[in-house]
Structure formats: structure tokens, C-alpha cells
């Protein structure tokens, strides 16, 4: 560049401000536009700064000495997307709001120039390591790209070395709150090596698994350089549930979509068993990989989450092996705000799990970009009061700021006649089109989504569309560059002229190759999240799995299809985008669809405020008051201080004697559960329920019983479908039968007369207390009179013909399904007695009798009532409403689509 970058980005940051200033006046997108000469006389541009944001494609032409900032001119075709020209209009309103954030670089302190900062930071460093060894350690840090640190970083790290206390770490998102943790970590790790200490120093806990591999990957060649450099063996190893055993692992396969410390394109791989990489020819030890691994050599980082890390604290040999070992120095929970409601109380309780059995010396680090009320949260989350911690949170008038960053934020409110799926499709391949035809590729997008299903709908729509030709007629010369129909105005040579329809094809190609989709369970999801590091792919669909803690340089633009269940998850989302001053010269776009119903509807009218104001969300909720997250945990503790006495719980495989153990154990235990614990909530009541339950799974013919208690369910509707047969019966086809009674005569008309009659008396005897026998005979009595009628009806003349049809349905119906089924339920009766069972326990009772063949834990979570499933529950299908449905039917359903936030309250438990 012949201009310096800050100059293009407080040039680019000038424009954008002047174009919303228009916006503001009169709120139209249209007319947020800037002249050439605004740009030269009001703003005082250079022609070279001009001429250079136009070349990065920073400004667009629109004609006529015309000109949009490329993130104002996104914002206004985005906000006008239609199917056809001048067709229907997808975008009910929209509303603009542009926010400044403070940007840290990273330069406060340099690791290669001397001064009295560098003095300063060895000084603390020399707290923890010898002098020897830190001139090495801070190469080591710049090797592996961290060649300084902002004022935030520094001050923020020598607090925590220079204190002993618990620390609250919070900062907007890219301010580099990872090393104000890591640092001190691995100057604790390396004192532990030095002095020949065994086992793991630091456990690293992340809410979602992608994020923890994504940090892996950056910890390992931090790890690698400061054992090269410090002669020292350090090691890490990633223990999320997902880890195999050694006969389990095959050679050839990628490790988690890591690459090499030293070869940044080159994947490691498995080989023999143990971590590889082709080009060094090399093997990285340091790294833990197999379960065996981790029994042999705990490693001395260990990252994890606190799902996987509880069926450690329940396995005694992890608490011989120095993995669970009171030589801990940290346990770090990052992203904290990511942990809310039921996995909030069971986080809070686990954490006084670890502090009690496992490390009472360890401290304990919170880090989140966005905690709204965090002194109230942090109370809740910990018992403890905030003044118990350092509170390491950004202040701009302490750490001051080097650049600001724009975010412009777009709502969007969608028409209720049309689809916000099309919408966002449509979107899709907007913005995947305006990538692709760009001369430089950095307008990248992501699309978050909260649910599987829906993603891979609308990629599948997205693919459909372009089948059919998008976005062909976006391109086409008579649509004008001023108009948002207009895909063209980004790329001239795009204009299409109607004969070049391999051009076209060619594109089409392009776009459908370069959208794709991201979530927890998609095999191939570290390939997508490396082409979107290496900034080869526009536009991707994605869960809430790239929302934390993720940096991609060419993410320009962000879109939240639908409010998210999180709202502290836009602020997040958003941090994901203009991260870097090269490629989006710190400026992003946030749009956020509202789908078109009441709920979503309400933030359109509240305003994007209410969406990206720290200060204005609501109270992450921590459900510590929840009796079944406090049974659950004192379940759980009580496994855990076995586990560290030598009982193992597991070895027998008989999860119901190990149940009884534990339950006894929590009675013995009681008093010091609660102290540790420090409960404050009466859970009598609930293990009496819990006790019932085991004693339920001793049944000897619990089965059967469960197939009876099933049966009789399934009485319950098969009860209402008679009854809604009989009342058609009642209230329809028998008075239309009788209307028709006038036109018949003689003894055809007495016939009629008297078997309608009889099926109405047949029909007023049936009453909802009658016993299965009685049912029976009734039913037997209808399917007869039914016949006797029906078969007296033998050809279209007949003024009775139109009622044949019904009546054969229903003597069928009353015939084979509702016959069969009560002689079925009648045999079950004959041998269960069911009157008056507690249908609760029993179905409890099911549901657990289910899980005997896998763990404990998971058993403990069925007999409780809930699934501890984490914070990705949210893209889990799970079987609602089955007491209501059909036994040959179940309906299948995201949770995502079952649960809804209800503006403006929280659910809370």
C-alpha cells in the first residue's frame, strides 16, 4: 500500500460515519451515500486514499460520482432482497444503528524492545521462574506470535502473578483475554517442570468442544516453542469426551483439524498412535492423544469440559495419576457467560466439587466478553462476592484504546406474507455473489442459526435457488448499480450481456461450492473452519458453534437469522467479524433478522439496543435453587469423594448395586455435602422420590410392568379416539341419516327408523367409567348395527347411499383397531394390576431402566428427570408430546423449535 493502514481505516471509518449521518436524517438506507466531492472538500481524502480504498473494493461506485462504503452498501441491498425485479418485498422495516468500540493493538509492551515495561514484566515474571529461563520464555512467546502485549494484557497479567486471588476476566471480544490467563498458566507449568513436579497444573474448562479444539491448536505451538526454547518437556492433551483408545485410533487420520506449530498448512496427523507431522518428519510428543494417555501421563495443560471432567471425578484411577491431583494451580472457565440456567447451577455447585476434593489451593479464573449484571452473576455463579476476586475488566480510561472499531448493526423485520427462510437464502447468495465476484475476497459471512435442521434447510433451499438460476437476473445490464436488485455495481465485468450464459453457469458453480454449513456434529467441520480462516468460502450457515472465541481476519459480515436464545449472543456473535485491521479495516455489519411472528417481533419495535447493550440484557440466570441441580451435584460430589477413597462405583457393571451404594453414601455424607457444597435447600422430599425409583429398578418384572403402565397409556388414547367416533356418530351421521328417513317408505322406512333408533341407544350407554369388558360389549353392539345398516343399503339409488362409505370406515375402524386393541388391554389387565400406581415413578423408573446398560451418571440423570446435555442441547432432536401421540407415531422435534424465548423474561428453573 503506497498509504499507511490506520490512515485508510480512520479515512474508511469517516465515510461510514457520514453516510449514517445521512441515514439518520430521514432513516433511509437510499440515502446513505457520499459524492466525490464530499469525500475530498468535507472529509479531506487524498486522491491516493481514495484510489486505494476503491482498489481494496472499500468503496463501490453506484454512478454519477456516487459512492457507498462497501458495509453500507451491503446494508442496503441486504435490506431490500426480492426474488424478481421490483417484485415483492421481503423486508417489512428496517432500522440502522452504528456503535464505535474500542480496538487494543497489541504494542503497549514489545517483547524485542528494551524499557521499563519489558523491566517491569520480567520482574514479575521472575515471581514464578528463574531468571535463566526468561529471556527464553519470552522468545518463545514471539516465536509463537505474541510479540507484545496491549496495557490491558500487561497490567491485567501482573495482577494475577502478583496476587493469589480468584480473578474476573472481562473485555470486549479480540482485546486478548486468552493471555491474560494463559500466561500466567504457563509460567506456572513451567515452574512445575523445573521443580520436577508431576501431574496437571492448570485445567482449562470451554462450553462448547469446537472452541476447545480451536484453542488447542494455538496452546500447542505455544507449548512447542517454549519447550524448544526452555529445554523443558511441557505437555497438553484435550480430554472432551471425545477422546478413543489406542486400539480405537486409526494412523492416516487428521488430529481435531490442528495444524503444525511450525507449517501452519500442515494438518497434523495419527501415526503409530501418536501425533505427526510430514513436513517436520516429526512426532510432537508433548501432546496427549489416547485415554491411555492420559492414564500413563496426565498432562500438565489439560483442556476439557466440565461434562467429560465429571466421569473423571468419579473414576478413582484418574485420582492416583496426578489428572485430579491438589497440586492444581488453576481452573479456568472461559466464556463464561456461555454456562446459564440449569448447566449454570450444576456449574456452580461443580466448581465448590473441585475446590473441596480436588485442589483446595488451585484459584479459580471466570473470562467472558459479555456478562450483563456480572458482580450479580458472578454471585450466583461462585456464592461468593465479586469484592473475593480481581477484577480484571476493561476501563477505557485506564487501558486507554489505539483504534476504534465500527459495527454497523441492520434490523430487519420480515414480512408476515412471506418466508424469512427465502429471505435468508436469498441473502445467502447475495452475499456469497458480492464475495465471489469481488476483486478481493474479504467480505466474508456467517449466518448463525440456532437449529440443525433449519440450517440444513436452507442450505438446501440455497442450492435449489441457484438451480433455478440465481442469481442470474441480479446481474442482468437493464437493472441500474442504484438499485439493491443490482448484484453487478460490485464487479463490472459481471454485467451480464444476455448471450453469455457460460458466465453465468460458470458463477453459479462458484457460489454453490463456496456456501456451506457448520455445527457441533458435522464431520467435516474443522475443514470448514480452516477454508474460513484461509478465507476460501463467502457464507456460512452455523450454529452457536462459531460464536465464541474464534478469529477469522475476513469476516466482514454477521447474520442472526431469528432473535438467539442467548441474547448476550449477538454481542458475541458480532465480536467474530472485523477483527482484522488488514482485511475489514476494523468494521463489520450485524444484521438480525425478526422472523415474522409476535415474539420476535417485539425486539423489532424495542430496537437493536435491547439486543447489543451489555447494560440493558437481563441477568444471565443460575439455577442453584433448582432441587434436582442440587441433588444431581450432591450425587455427583458423593461419586467423586468414593472415587478419591478408592471405591470404584464402575467396576462390577452393576449400575443399580452402585446406585444403592451411592444413595447410602449421600445419607452418610449428608452434613459434610452441604457444608462443602454449601447448600442451602431441603432435598428430603427429592431422595425419597429418588429412592423410590431404585427400589422401582429392582422389580423383578419391572418390564412387564412398564409394558402394562404403556398399555394403559395407550388405553387413555385410544379411549378418546372411540370417543371422537362415537360423537360423529352422535352429532353427525345419525341425524343426516334421519333427515333422511322421508325419503323412504313402508317397511323400508321402519327398518331404518327402528335400527337408527337402537344405534342411539346403543351409543348413549357408553360412559368413561365403564370397565374394559363393558366397553366391549358396546363396541361389539355398535360394529353390528353398524353392519345390519350399511348392508341394507345395496345401490346408488338408494336415499341412503351417500352414508355407506362412513359407515363401512367406521365398523372397520370399531372392527379391527379398537376391538383388537381392548381384548389386548384386557389380557394385560388380567395379569398386571395397575389401579392406583404412581405412573410418575414408573415412567421414571422407564426411562432409567433404559440407561442400565450404560453408565452411572447417565442413569442418575434419567431417574433425576433431566439431561445434562451441555450447552449445545439447544441443536438436539428429542421425542415431545408422546403421551399424546399415536403408538405407531412419534414426533421428532429440535428442542430449538420447541422452546422460546418470551420477550422480555428468561426461563428460568
Not at 420480515?414 to 465476484?437: G, Q, V
Not at 379411549?719 to 317408505?745: F, N, Q, V
Request: glycine share 4%.
Amino acid at each position: 500500500m503506497t498509504v499507511q493502514l490506520s490512515e485508510l481505516r480512520e479515512a474508511y471509518h469517516k465515510i461510514i460515519q457520514l453516510e449514517f449521518s445521512k441515514y439518520e436524517k430521514n432513516k433511509k438506507l437510499q440515502d446513505a451515500y457520499i459524492t466525490l466531492s464530499e469525500m475530498q472538500n468535507e472529509l479531506r481524502l487524498s486522491d491516493e486514499i481514495i484510489k486505494e480504498l476503491g482498489h481494496y473494493g472499500f468503496i463501490i461506485s453506484i454512478g454519477n460520482d456516487y459512492f457507498r462504503s462497501l458495509l453500507m452498501d451491503v446494508a442496503f441491498r441486504i435490506s431490500d432482497i426480492r426474488i424478481k425485479y421490483e417484485g415483492t418485498k421481503y423486508v417489512l422495516e428496517s432500522d440502522l444503528t452504528l456503535k464505535k468500540r474500542p480496538f487494543l493493538k497489541w504494542d503497549y509492551l514489545k517483547f524485542n524492545e528494551n524499557g521499563e515495561n519489558l523491566k517491569a514484566i520480567k520482574n514479575t515474571f521472575l515471581k514464578v521462574i528463574p531468571e535463566n529461563y526468561i529471556d527464553n520464555f519470552l522468545e518463545a512467546l514471539t516465536l509463537s506470535g505474541i510479540k507484545g502485549l496491549s496495557k490491558y494484557q500487561f497490567l491485567s497479567i501482573k495482577e494475577v502473578i502478583e496476587n493469589d486471588k480468584d480473578s474476573v476476566i472481562s473485555a470486549p471480544t479480540a482485546f486478548g483475554k486468552t493471555h491474560i490467563f494463559i500466561i500466567p498458566i504457563l509460567l506456572a507449568a513451567l515452574r512445575a517442570k523445573i521443580n520436577e513436579q508431576k501431574g496437571t497444573v492448570a485445567v482449562i474448562f470451554y462450553p462448547r468442544k469446537s472452541l476447545g479444539s480451536d484453542q488447542m491448536g494455538r496452546l500447542i505451538k505455544l507449548i512447542y516453542y517454549i519447550n524448544k526454547k526452555c529445554n523443558i518437556q511441557l505437555s497438553i492433551g484435550i480430554d472432551d469426551g471425545d477422546v478413543k483408545r489406542r486400539n480405537e485410533i486409526k494412523d492416516g487420520e487428521e488430529f481435531r483439524g490442528i495444524k503444525c506449530p511450525i507449517h501452519p498448512s500442515e494438518p497434523l496427523i495419527i501415526k503409530n498412535k501418536k501425533i505427526f507431522c510430514n513436513k517436520c518428519n516429526d512426532f510432537l510428543d508433548f501432546i496427549c492423544l489416547t485415554r491411555e494417555d492420559f492414564m500413563s501421563r496426565p498432562p500438565t495443560i489439560l483442556i476439557t469440559n466440565i461434562w467429560a471432567y465429571q466421569y473423571r471425578l468419579s473414576d478413582h484411577k484418574y485420582w492416583n495419576n496426578n489428572y485430579l491431583s491438589s497440586n492444581i494451580e488453576f481452573f479456568v472457565f472461559d466464556e463464561i457467560h456461555a454456562y446459564r440456567s440449569i448447566v449454570a447451577g450444576v456449574l456452580r455447585y461443580f466448581i465448590q466439587i473441585l475446590r473441596t476434593l480436588v485442589s483446595s489451593r488451585a484459584r479459580l479464573i471466570l473470562s467472558s466478553a459479555t456478562i450483563p449484571k456480572l458482580e450479580e452473576f458472578v454471585q450466583d455463579l461462585t456464592g461468593k462476592d465479586i469484592s473475593n476476586f480481581l477484577k480484571l475488566i476493561y476501563n477505557e480510561q485506564l487501558h486507554g484504546k489505539d483504534a476504534e472499531k465500527i459495527e454497523l448493526y441492520l434490523l430487519l423485520g420480515i414480512n408476515p406474507l412471506t418466508s424469512w427462510e427465502t429471505y435468508a437464502h436469498e441473502a445467502a447468495i447475495f452475499l456469497s455473489t458480492a464475495n465471489r465476484i469481488r476483486s478481493s475476497k474479504n467480505l466474508q459471512s456467517l449466518i448463525f442459526v440456532d437449529s440443525i435442521r433449519n440450517i440444513s434447510r436452507l442450505h438446501t433451499q440455497t442450492y435449489e435457488a441457484i438451480e433455478l438460476g440465481d442469481p442470474k437476473d441480479h446481474l442482468l445490464p437493464n437493472v441500474p448499480p442504484d438499485n439493491p436488485f443490482c448484484y453487478w455495481v460490485y464487479n463490472k465485468e459481471y454485467k451480464l450481456d444476455y448471450d453469455l450464459e457460460y458466465k453465468i453457469d460458470k458463477l453459479r458453480k462458484e457460489i454453490k461450492n463456496n456456501i456451506e454449513m457448520h455445527f457441533s456434529e458435522k464431520s467435516d467441520r474443522f475443514e470448514i473452519e480452516k477454508r474460513i480462516r484461509d478465507g476460501n468460502i463467502d457464507v456460512v450457515y452455523t450454529t452457536s458453534t462459531l460464536e465464541l472465541g474464534v478469529d477469522y481476519d475476513k469476516v466482514s459480515v454477521i447474520m442472526n437469522v431469528g432473535i438467539p436464545f442467548a441474547l448476550e449472543s449477538i454481542i458475541q456473535r458480532v465480536g467474530r467479524a472485523g477483527r482484522s485491521e488488514d482485511n475489514t479495516l476494523y468494521s463489520s455489519l450485524c444484521v438480525v433478522v425478526v422472523r415474522n411472528n409476535p415474539l420476535e417481533y417485539f425486539y423489532l419495535y424495542k430496537g437493536v439496543e435491547e439486543l447489543i447493550d451489555v447494560n440493558k440484557l437481563p441477568k444471565i440466570p443460575v439455577s442453584f435453587s433448582n432441587l434436582f441441580v442440587i441433588f444431581y451435584s450432591m450425587l455427583i460430589y458423593t461419586m467423586a469423594y468414593l472415587a478419591k477413597n478408592g471405591q470404584e462405583l464402575r467396576k462390577e457393571r452393576d449400575l443399580i448395586n452402585d446406585i444403592e451404594i451411592l444413595t447410602k453414601n449421600v445419607l452418610n455424607l449428608k452434613n459434610k455435602i452441604v457444608n462443602d457444597l454449601r447448600i442451602k435447600m431441603d432435598t428430603t422430599e427429592l431422595e425419597i422420590k429418588f429412592n423410590r425409583i431404585v427400589e422401582l429398578l429392582k422389580e423383578p418384572n419391572l418390564s412387564d410392568k412398564l409394558n402394562a403402565i404403556k398399555s394403559y397409556i395407550n388405553k387413555k388414547w385410544l379411549l378418546s379416539e372411540i370417543k371422537k367416533d362415537i360423537k360423529a356418530l352422535e352429532d353427525k351421521i345419525i341425524p343426516e341419516m334421519k333427515g333422511k328417513l322421508e325419503e323412504l317408505h313402508g317397511e323400508e322406512k321402519l327398518f331404518f327408523e327402528g335400527n337408527i333408533k337402537r344405534l342411539e341407544e346403543i351409543i348413549k350407554s357408553w360412559r368413561d367409567d365403564l370397565n374394559l369388558k363393558e366397553m366391549l360389549e358396546i363396541i361389539l353392539d355398535i360394529i353390528e348395527k353398524i353392519d345390519v345398516i350399511k348392508n341394507h343399503i345395496r345401490n346408488q339409488l338408494h336415499p341412503m347411499h351417500n352414508f355407506r362409505r362412513p359407515l363401512t370406515d367406521l365398523s372397520y375402524k370399531f372392527g379391527t383397531e379398537y376391538k383388537e386393541e381392548i381384548e389386548k388391554f384386557m389380557e394385560i389387565e388380567q395379569k398386571h394390576d395397575i389401579q392406583g400406581t404412581d405412573f410418575s415413578a414408573y415412567y421414571r423408573a422407564g426411562e432409567a431402566y433404559k440407561k442400565l446398560q450404560e453408565n452411572l451418571i447417565s442413569l442418575i440423570e434419567s431417574i433425576i428427570g433431566f439431561k445434562f446435555m451441555g450447552n449445545e442441547f439447544i441443536d438436539h432432536p428429542v421425542i415431545i408430546g408422546e403421551e399424546l401421540q399415536s403408538p405407531t407415531e412419534k414426533k421428532e422435534e429440535f428442542i430449538s423449535n420447541v422452546i422460546s424465548r418470551t420477550p422480555p423474561f428468561e426461563l428460568i428453573t
